[in-house]
């Protein structure tokens, strides 16, 4: 019994080890072989991620045609290149060894910039850059648009006996929002054409124009309904954004420490300068 206990146990972590490998295989399935080589779905994934910016624009079936080509091709040609000695060129050993670090370099910066950013850090600078930006005030504004001084002045009078500004616009206004009773929404400055801003920005809540006010359009007679400090974007509309800054800070705070630790010397006078002034703007930022 002891006998077939043991095999019983050995054929059941043969099944298990099997059963791995096939998961394993599944998770990265054999998608091709090159001269008895195989190809794997992890290495088309990693082509697919070099594709050229015109090339991923493609249909996904031709994007996978694609990568998998130059997967194709590398291999075939690194063979070659193999039996040619290539791969103990000097150059090409120099090579190899500046793309090594560079991956590793690009690995570090995922590792300790990209997958360690928290919503916390995220949110504190948000709320850091949204408290250093002036709040500004912002106004929702009506107007009514007609060709000559003469109609705005008619239009002004029937509002100082009392008319409707919605409905003079509606019967009056010549601009395409009319039927909106010259609704223009909230604005701030800047966002309308110079006369008009700077008229309107001096008129109280709830009052209108006296005189015309002539722009490139035509007479306008403007009626402001309310004013508020215009509210910041949401961090849901500007996170990619701040997610950015916060991975810029993240990987200077990383190079300034490497920088500290490691020592770096530039023998060239003239490049020393010139790099110096690129990282200072670089960590001005």
Known sequence: MSKFKTLA???????IAVHGVARAEDADPVIATVGG???????????????????????????????????????????????????????????????????????????????????EEVKARYDKEIAAVPVQEEIKARHILVKTEEEAKEIIKELDAGK??????????SDPNK??????????????????DAVVFTLDK??????????????????VEDKRPQAPPALEQVEPQVRQLVMRDKYVELLTAAKKDAGVEISDPALKKAYDEANKAQEAK
């Not at 146990?9 to 099944?15: D, F, G, I, S, Y």
């Not at 409707?164 to 206004?173: G, I, N, Q």
């Not at 709830?206 to 009626?223: C, D, E, M, R, S």
Request: charged share 25%; net charge neutral; hydrophobic share 45%.
């Open 9 to 15: 146990a050995a054929a059941l972590v043969a099944a």
């Open 37 to 119: 080589e195989e190809v794997r779905q992890s290495e088309l994934n990693l082509a697919l991620g070099g594709l050229d910016p015109q090339l991923q624009q493609m249909p996904e079936e031709q994007k996978r045609a694609a990568a998998l080509s130059a997967v194709i091709d590398v291999k075939l040609l690194s063979k070659t290149a193999e039996k040619e000695g290539l791969q103990d060129d000097a150059a090409f050993k120099q090579r190899l060894a500046y793309l090594t670090e560079r991956e590793l370099h690009n690995a570090f910066f995922k590792k300790h910039v990209v997958d360690a950013i928290t919503k």
């Open 179 to 196: 039927d909106d009773g010259g609704d223009l929404g909230y604005f701030t400055k800047g966002r309308m054409v110079p006369e008009f």
């Open 206 to 223: 709830g009052a209108y124009t006296k005189t015309p006010v002539k722009t490139q359009f035509g007479f306008h007679v403007i009626l």
């Open 164 to 173: 409707s500004f919605v409905e003079l616009a509606k019967a009056k206004s």
